[in-house]
């Protein structure tokens, strides 16, 4: 029996997330019907079993593929149906196909297509020749072949006839299904992507260095060396080769057939038995190896390839981004965004609590004006008048000088109260380049919107950053080779999980921020903005319902995640307000008011969540509002503390081996981590150098935003490499008379020779160049060419 289209997507999803298949339908339902993922997670979990918003993430995804195996398996049907070669064997065969490969291998041989060889000898007659020398290779081929001459039909003897034979046994071998899937894994599993430079590429392509002369297994190759390679590949300094199996295997060596071959062999019964038609059918299997069949699977696996490789640095990317939008938020207090500059000057912005713009300065502190007393007293002034407490400054050109000027400012003013903070200014060009910002900032001209979006990003990053294309934010490797597709789905649904997790109070957020809640998109985001100032603050869940085009469904998807300080306190929480009847049974049953209910610990501890359970609301909700009460609105992210860099540390020459110093993890790669530690070249932190124990994620150990103690081993200023660990405990490379030290102890990730294997372990061994120094990294672009740029590890 073939079960419904539908019933088996569900119950394949429920398999794979380890669910019962109602769970699933429930969600699918709900997706379907136009819930949001975060509501169904947060609101929603009655129907769904409690799934998290991981597993419905997954689910999302996996829904997406498997309705797309379903259109294309009906439209393979309809295509075979109408060719009248459809029976019942084959139909079940399409229908049981479990992924898009399979199911393209079995249309393979029905797949209308351009007139081929095959094609040309079948319609010449040829086709019983080819079954005749497979069934019976006692027959001399040439006297077989000699009936099937014929000039009319293009034959023109009995070598040609043989070549037509050849050609359907070939187009057959190469579109079995059964036996292409076989072939397929085997590759994948022993075979390699190979590499080397092109002749005269040598110069202009060092930054692919690694790659000149590669080799290792395709299960083996980490996402960035893949996408490094194709990188390499576009720019015309590398040539790839997919390799099936180890060079002392490969096929057509002396010894026989290749492994590859001998598998064709056997599914079509060819053996050498010394046989007249043998050696024919043996130079046949070969000849449709390595002119059909390896050619198809090399596509497949590069395409497989690419596409495991992509989805790696999606998640890398996704995850860092998440890091980086839940770090720590200063919160509501006044501060100094100073973009640093040196021929330009230093942009400074002065934005209140709730993010204002109060005033805005240009100051020229540094080289070629150098009037640091004059921007001393500037910034001084500033902080003074409108009771700034927090200094953000960006981290790109001339920050660590800009830092020694803050420093300077807090010890001359220490009545002033200042902290200063180093902060991401990624991104911050793109946001004031922007037309949001020409929107929101339209008197302040561009240099300036920067300084104000960096000291933003300090009081709220979660707030600030929802202005900025993900991929702008700087937390990627090789984004520019991605799927933009892919990508920017990932990134989108990062970007709403945050802000649908941490909530947004209506009555401040911008129109970007707004967006990004469940159920309202840029237009009713602006509709909320436009209603919040002809109207005054939103006073009530409630007025929400006034606002144009927010109707009934948009409302039942965004009010819980909006906070509003009005008149009623649940306003606030994350209470959807379709609980309130629960909570005012509560409040019944506890006597007072929901004022006196909300935060008193215990009296929610001594009720019962089964008490106030009905036909609507489970006990999961129940439970959810009763630890909603006790801290109301709470805040997932972090506390809000800042990294120190050390006093006189402000240049990689001021950098000596054995150093402790503080530093922020600014990018999180499968290599390592790069930290800033304040002498604008990053460190790496290699995976090696994490733990003492086996890193299989370096994102297991350290987070974008993260603040860590590291150690220095080993600075190679010519090159502007800092090589750190986490492990303090090790020792460092001694120092040389130049302010080098040795090759660092523990080295980054590098791509193995040709032939070369992986360590038991760990990453595999560093080639070295002379001098004992690490090779050039991989190539990389955007976010991550920057983070490599600033550790040293990439030369444009």
């Given amino acids: 029996m073939i079960v419904t289209t539908s019933t088996s997507v569900e119950g394949r999803i429920a398999e794979e997330l380890g669910v019962r298949e109602r769970q699933v339908r429930a969600a699918v339902e709900l997706l379907d019907g136009g819930s949001t993922v975060p509501f169904v997670a947060r609101y929603r979990k009655e129907a769904t079993g409690a799934l998290d918003d991981a597993q419905l993430r997954t689910l999302e995804e996996r829904l997406r593929y498997l309705r797309e195996l379903e259109d294309r398996r009906t439209a393979v049907l309809e295509s075979v149906r109408s060719q009248g070669k459809l029976d019942q064997a084959l139909e079940a065969r399409i229908r049981e196909a479990d992924s898009k490969a399979r199911l393209e291998d079995i249309y393979l041989p029905f797949k209308p297509k351009r007139r081929t060889k095959a094609q040309i000898a079948r319609e010449a007659g040829l086709e019983p020749l080819a079954d005749g020398l497979l069934a019976d290779p006692g027959v001399e081929p040439l006297a077989a072949a000699a009936a099937f001459v014929d000039a009319d039909k293009g034959v023109a003897d ?127 299997v070969r000849w449709a190896w390595r002119t059909r069949v390896l050619v198809h699977l090399g596509i497949d ?121 180093m902060v991401s200014e990624a991104g911050a060009s793109v946001y004031s380049a922007s037309a949001f910002a020409s929107q929101e900032l339209p008197e302040l001209d561009v240099s300036l919107r920067g300084a104000v979006s960096i000291a933003r990003r300090l009081q709220d990053p979660l707030a600030e950053l929802v202005k900025i294309d993900p991929k702008s934010i700087g937390v990627g490797q090789y984004q520019h080779d991605l799927s933009e597709v892919k990508l920017s789905r990932s990134l989108d649904a990062v970007v709403e999980d945050c802000v649908n997790g941490v909530g947004v109070d209506v009555n401040t957020a911008s129109a970007p921020l707004l967006s990004r809640v469940s159920g309202i998109g840029s237009g009713l985001a602006e509709n909320i903005v436009a209603h919040r100032d002809a109207n005054g603050p939103f006073r009530s869940r409630r007025g929400l319902k006034d606002v144009a085009r927010l109707g009934p469904k948009a409302y039942e998807q965004c009010a819980g995640f909006l906070r509003i300080r009005g008149d009623d306190p649940l306003d606030a929480s994350s209470v959807h307000p379709e609980a309130y009847p629960v909570v005012r049974k509560m409040v019944k049953a506890t006597g007072g008011d929901v004022a006196s209910l909300i935060g008193n610990t215990a009296t929610l501890r001594s009720l019962r969540p089964d008490d106030f359970v009905d036909d609507t609301f489970g006990l999961p909700t129940v439970t959810d509002i009763l630890r909603e009460l006790e801290k109301p609105g709470r805040d997932p992210r972090p506390a809000f503390k800042t990294a120190t860099f050390k006093d006189g540390v402000e240049k990689i020459g001021d950098l000596r081996p054995g150093m402790l110093l503080e530093g922020v993890v600014t990018n999180v790669a499968a290599f390592g981590a790069f930290v800033d530690v304040g002498v604008h070249q990053d460190g790496l932190v290699h995976v090696s150098a994490m733990s003492k124990t086996f890193v299989k994620d370096p994102r297991d150990v350290v987070k974008p935003g993260d603040i860590v103690r590291v150690k220095v081993l080993d600075v190679d200023i010519p090159r502007k490499r800092i090589s750190l660990t986490l492990r303090l405990e090790d020792e460092a490379a001694p120092a040389a008379e130049d302010g080098r030290g040795a090759a660092p102890a523990a080295p980054r990730e590098r791509a193995p020779r040709r032939g070369g294997a992986p360590r038991r372990g760990g990453a595999p061994r560093p080639r070295r160049e002379a001098g004992g120094r690490p090779a050039p990294a991989p190539a990389a672009d955007g976010a991550m060419a920057d983070a490599l740029r600033r550790a040293g590890l990439l030369r444009d």
């Fill in 301 to 421: 696996l590069r395409l497989r390839l690419r596409q495991a490789a992509e989805d790696e640095a999606v998640r890398v990317f996704a995850a860092n981004l998440r890091d980086l939008l839940l770090a720590a938020p200063a919160g509501t207090r006044a501060t100094m965004g100073l973009d640093p500059g040196f021929r330009t000057g230093v942009k400074v912005a002065v934005v209140d609590a709730t993010g204002k713009v109060c005033a805005t300065e240009t100051i020229y502190p540094h080289v070629p004006q150098n009037k640091w007393d004059a921007s001393l007293a500037t910034l001084a002034r500033l902080a003074r008048e409108h009771g700034v407490e927090l200094v953000a400054i960006g981290n790109g050109t001339a920050s660590r000088e800009t830092d020694r000027l803050a420093t300077d400012l807090i010890s001359r003013h220490p009545e002033l109260k200042l902290t200063k903070v």
């Fill in 158 to 284: 009995a070598a040609a006839a043989l070549e037509g034979a050849r050609a359907v046994l070939t187009e057959r071998f190469g579109e079995d299904a059964d036996l292409i899937g076989e072939l397929r894994e085997r590759m994948w599993t022993r075979g390699r992507l190979a590499a080397r430079v092109r002749s005269g590429k040598e110069e202009a392509g060092a930054k692919f260095a690694d790659y000149f002369d590669f080799a290792e297994p395709f299960t083996a190759l980490p996402s960035h060396r893949v996408l490094a390679m194709l990188r390499g590949e576009k720019e015309e300094v590398l040539d790839l080769v997919l390799e099936p199996e180890p060079a002392d295997e490969a096929a057509g060596t002396a010894a026989g057939p290749s492994s590859y071959e001998q598998m064709i062999a056997r599914r079509f019964g060819i053996a050498d038995r010394n046989r007249p038609a043998d050696k024919w059918l043996g130079d046949t």
